[in-house]
Structures are given as C-alpha cells and as structure tokens.
C-alpha cells in the first residue's frame, strides 16, 4: 500500500544544468499535482496534470519549468538551466479523481539545492 | 493572491492540553478546506477535511470548526502528544476544475513535555 513516492530525495545541482524530478502517484490515481515550498512558507500550487493531459499549469514559471505525466512511468518535473531561486523543497500529491472534495495526498518531496 | 491566512506562526502547548490552531479566509466562494501536518523532512499528510456545508467534523481527536460567516476555521487537538509537534497547514480547493489547493503559511506546534 506505498503511498505517493518521489525521488530523488535530494538533488545537487549547479546553476545552469538541468534538474529533473520523478512523482509516482498512489496506486489508483491519475490525477498528479506538484508544489513547491521555500523555506519557512507554505506550499505554492505549480501544476496539474492527469494521465497525458495538463489541465491547470497556472502556477509554473513561465520559462525554464515543464512537467509530464505519460501514459505508462511517473510524472516528471523538469527545470532546465536552473538558478539559485530555485533552490527549494518540491513536493508531489495524488488523488483519486478530480472531485474538488477529493484529498490530495502527498510524497515526501524532493530537496533541490543550487549551488 | 493567497486566500487563506493563519493567525499565529507558532504555539506552544503543554502535552496533555488542547490545542487550537486558527486559520482565516478571505474568498467567501470556498467551500472545501482541508488540515495538513507537516513534520520535519516530510511532506504534508492530510488530517481532516470540512466541506462549507458543514460547521464541524471530527476525527480521532481532531476537530475542525467552520465559521462561514466570519470566514475562519480552526483545528483543535485534544490532549496534545509530543507526536503532535509539527507545522499544521490550512488549505483552500480554490479551483472550480479541481486540484489547485491554497495553502496558507503555517502554524508550528511545540508541545512541551
């Protein structure tokens, strides 16, 4: 009964390359979201997405940031050439449906540290 | 912008005593509004949720409290364990497509021994 499972836990990177972060959601659900959270704050919203299909990304940097759920294999959360800002905790939910009274359940994050 | 605030960054409480964490909003359209705790190195784990056509709900000692009309809601824990030491998150289903939830700062609770 594995909950939502992200990795890496932790990802080291150097300003410009390329950071990409992997979400499995829970056994049964199709609907992913991702949140980022800075130190000390709450969780912004990023984006939505179900099986192949992003249904709200008004929370994602317009530039540098993209995210993926395929068909078969995790959702993946992809920053290209990124820059100390984006040093920060990411966390990955799942839920059932898209029922706005369905819980969001959450993985344990992914720490992304810029050098 | 953000529509869920929180009163206070922290509380401390004696283990044992109830707590009462407080959480305020601002869009009187919301009608769905979850509790999450966060421990340190975790991800938020969902404790309970209150829909607005409810003014209260109970779990295993929680309980949350809905006040539409002066639009806050609060989480009271009933005889606060050490385990119950962690930040406690109020958030708002703000999208009437599902999915984007609000959340507000935060509050840390510390129970002392």
């Known amino acids: 009964n594995a909950g939502v499972m992200q990795n890496p836990r932790h990802l080291v990177r150097r300003r410009g390359q390329e950071a990409r972060l992997r979400c499995s959601p829970m056994?049964?659900?199709?609907?992913v979201y991702w949140y980022r959270q800075l130190p000390e704050e709450g969780l912004k919203f990023m984006v939505y997405?179900?099986?192949?299909?992003?249904?709200?990304e008004s929370g994602m940097p317009k530039e540098r940031f993209s995210a993926e759920f395929p068909k078969e294999g995790p959702s993946i959360l992809r920053i290209q050439q990124v820059v100390r800002g984006d040093s920060a905790a990411y966390f990955c939910?799942?839920?059932?449906?898209?029922?706005?009274?369905?819980?969001?359940?959450f993985g344990d994050g992914t720490r992304l540290s810029i050098l | 912008g953000e529509s869920v605030g929180l009163h206070l960054p922290t509380l401390s409480v004696q283990e044992g005593d109830n707590s009462i964490i407080n959480c305020a909003y601002s869009?009187?359209?919301?009608?769905?509004f979850i509790w999450y705790k966060q421990e340190s190195g975790k991800g938020p784990q969902f404790i309970i949720d209150?829909?607005?056509?409810?003014d209260k709900r109970q779990g295993q000692r929680v309980t949350v409290l809905l006040n539409k009309t002066v639009k806050h809601l609060s989480l009271q824990i009933a005889a606060t364990q050490p385990g119950d030491s962690a930040v406690y998150f109020c958030?708002?289903?703000?999208?009437?497509?599902?999915?984007?939830?609000?959340f507000g700062q935060g509050t840390e609770l510390s129970v002392k021994p």
């Open positions: 939910a799942s839920s059932l449906s898209r029922d706005r009274d369905q819980p969001q359940h």
């Open positions: 056994k049964g659900h199709s609907h």
């Open positions: 997405l179900q099986k192949e299909n992003i249904i709200d």
């Open positions: 869009n009187s359209a919301s009608d769905y």
């Open positions: 209150i829909r607005s056509n409810m």
């Open positions: 958030a708002e289903n703000a999208s009437v497509q599902g999915g984007k939830l609000i």
